[in-house]
């Protein structure tokens, strides 16, 4: 087995710089580069090292993931004045460019290949090269996110080629989604790519769909993208070790890497003013050190961002002193994983289920899903409850624009349709168990979310509707059971086997709703035996809190426990306590008993009298 460790850096890198005002860009700085190469020097650790020197990347090899013609306009940077750097500059997301950007760009490919020689050939067992300009943002036609060549994707493409590699591990712990890298292995299964990154809902930059964790790869390539979304800021020691232990590292050593690439940005360290993360420099020796017990240790740690000078050039030195081997730094805080990071891993596990054994046990999906109105009641859900962003509105407008091409105009509609969808939706593909979505046009919403089940597949929905509510249905084929309960006769419906009006007076003090949850909804349902709940709580319900709380909880029994609730009034006590039912965190409070009255008696006696010959769990005694 090689020995050594290679370090690469030349401070022709430091030679380009942002020119004009743009705050934007203006972290990052050749400081970077100089910061961490004193730092290194401080600690004694480049004399440790094995030196090896900088290359230009070729033409050819640049093309191995980018264009010609943008490697041309790259190019053509050199010769530029100011005016004309900016202007080539604002063709780009969050780049700059300088008359040396492309010089310090090549120097920066070849400085990654030179390691990936150096590891390969055994001169070196691993090591680690400073660069500048970053890569894992830059695309076949773009730079992006300060990157201008994506010199970790043109070294595993380079990798594949000249030593004819076919497994090669990726680890982007660059605190931003290198969804350069993403694109360029996509549908490739020879190239396993992680990358965790700040995400906020899709809210941080690069404000990606494509970031969320149920990215898993495409075609061939399924399975081989790895992306744990972190969406709240301050993840620290303790989650990002979580990410390695529960996500990253079982399928590392199930997919046997032959070589390890590591975007080693350190913006995902404590202090750094983009990531704001709380990872401390210790931590990148403890994530060096797992992943250099894979490839048989052939590791390149090739440098991303990282924009803290001190927090950086600390982190590098980290890095750099464990791939010498010395011995491990404790690692500080708590050891506990925060809710969020759990809540990650969980949705990244479960995704990846079908495509790794190390995961095919039991990943237990997440149980409930709510997309509500005003986000800040959120923090008033129990905890276990995942609160959705909407749809973005370009899926939107494609999925209903497929139903009803005139519905697209009317905004509200659609707004309210929006939420509905999204958590339908995660139900159905089984992200999630059950679900709550706020609706300010409820009945809108549930006719095309029912029409969105039978497209799926399903083959009863059984739909329970509390308040007034006119439903443009057709119910002759079974597919849907509908039962209405409201305070009033309905006049100009009768009842039949499909359309059920269940007239409700509520005790309004306590819960005489047990007589009809007990006595005729749950034997209706469970003789119909749906594939689907969806309970719409419109106007004028006719149930109080406590009542919609029962029935909720009881008919989990059906259907999986797949459950909606679509709640047209925006009423957080409301949402709460289904919230509580579906979690099933704690027995929500069904009030006191209060038995029937004389006429809601009747009632339920009238509907069983009128439908147990069609739905047979209503009967209770043999004379009828
Ligand atoms: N307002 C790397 O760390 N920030 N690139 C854009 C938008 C761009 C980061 C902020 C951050 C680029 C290699
Ligand atoms: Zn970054």
């Not at 460019?97 to 490919?109: D, E, G, I, M, S």
Request: with cysteine; proline share 4%; net charge negative.
């Amino acid at each position: 087995m090689a020995s050594g460790t290679a370090l690469i850096y030349d401070d022709e890198m430091t030679s380009y710089k942002l020119l004009w005002d743009d705050p934007e860009c203006d972290i990052e700085v050749p400081e970077r580069l100089l910061s961490s190469y004193e730092q290194l020097k401080h600690y004694h650790l480049v004399e440790r090292c094995i030196h090896v020197p900088v290359r230009e990347g070729t033409e050819e090899e640049i093309m191995l993931v980018h264009s010609s013609e943008y490697l041309e306009v790259v190019k053509s940077t050199q010769t530029m004045n100011e005016e004309e750097l900016q202007r080539v500059s604002e063709n780009y997301d969050a780049v700059y460019f300088h008359p040396n950007t492309y010089r310090c760009a090549k120097l920066a490919v070849g400085a990654t290949l030179q390691l990936v020689d150096s590891v390969m050939s055994g001169k070196v067992r691993n090591g680690m090269a400073l660069v500048r300009p970053p890569g894992h943002h830059s695309q076949r036609n773009a730079a992006n996110g300060f990157c201008v060549f994506n010199n970790v994707a043109i070294a595993a493409q380079y990798a594949k080629r000249r030593y004819g590699l076919q497994r090669i591990l990726i680890v982007d712990w660059d605190v931003h989604h290198g969804q350069g890298i993403q694109y360029v292995f996509e549908e490739d299964p020879s190239v396993l790519y992680y990358s965790w990154h700040r995400y906020e809902h899709q809210q941080f930059w690069p404000l990606l769909r494509e970031s969320d964790y149920d990215a898993v790869g495409q075609g061939k390539g399924k399975g081989f993208n790895l992306n744990v979304p972190w969406n709240k800021v301050g993840m620290g020691n303790s989650d990002y070790l979580a990410a390695f232990f529960h996500v990253l590292l079982p399928v590392a050593f199930e997919f046997v890497p032959e070589l390890i690439l590591v975007s080693s940005g350190y913006d995902s360290g404590i202090g750094d003013p983009e990531g704001q993360m709380n990872a401390t420099p210790e931590c990148f020796a403890h994530l060096t050190h797992f992943l250099m017990q894979l490839a048989n240790g052939r590791l390149c740690a090739v440098l991303e961002g990282g924009y803290h000078l001190k927090s950086l050039s600390e982190s590098v030195c980290m890095t750099v002193k464990t791939l010498l081997r010395d011995p491990l730094p404790q690692i500080s805080g708590e050891m506990a994983p925060c809710l969020s990071a759990i809540e990650s891993i969980q949705n990244v596990r479960g995704a990846h289920k079908p495509y790794w054994k190390c995961l095919m046990y039991e990943v237990p999906p997440v149980k409930t899903a709510a997309a509500i109105v005003s986000k800040a009641d959120a923090h008033l859900l129990p905890v276990s409850v995942q609160v959705e962003m909407e749809m973005n509105a370009q899926e939107l407008n494609t999925f209903v624009s497929a139903f009803d091409a005139e519905l697209v105009k009317e905004e509200k509609a659609l707004l309210s349709l929006q939420n509905v969808l999204a958590v339908l939706d995660k139900i159905l593909k089984k992200k999630v168990c059950s679900g709550i979505a706020e609706s300010s046009v409820a009945s809108v919403s549930t006719t095309f979310a029912l029409k969105h089940c039978f497209d799926f597949g399903l083959q009863r929905v059984l739909c329970i509707v509390i308040g007034d509510m006119d439903l443009e249905l057709d119910l002759d084929d079974g597919k849907i059971l509908l039962m209405n309960i409201c305070q009033k006769q309905q006049t100009e419906k009768t009842n039949s086997k499909y359309y059920i009006s269940l007239n409700w007076k509520e005790d309004a003090e306590r819960n005489n709703f047990f007589c009809a949850v007990l006595g005729f909804i749950l034997p209706v349902a469970y003789s119909y035996q749906p594939d689907l709940v969806i309970i719409v709580i419109g106007p004028n319900r006719s149930l109080g809190v406590n009542g919609i709380s029962l029935l909720t909880c009881l008919l989990q029994g059906l259907a999986e426990s797949q459950i909606l609730v679509v709640i047209q009034d925006t009423e957080i006590k409301l949402v709460q306590s289904v919230a509580k039912a579906l979690s099933g965190v704690s027995t929500p409070d069904f009030g006191a008993y209060a038995p029937a009255s004389q006429e809601n008696v009747l009632e339920i006696k009238r509907l069983r009298d009128q439908l147990q010959q069609e739905w047979k769990m209503l009967r209770c005694s043999v004379r009828d």
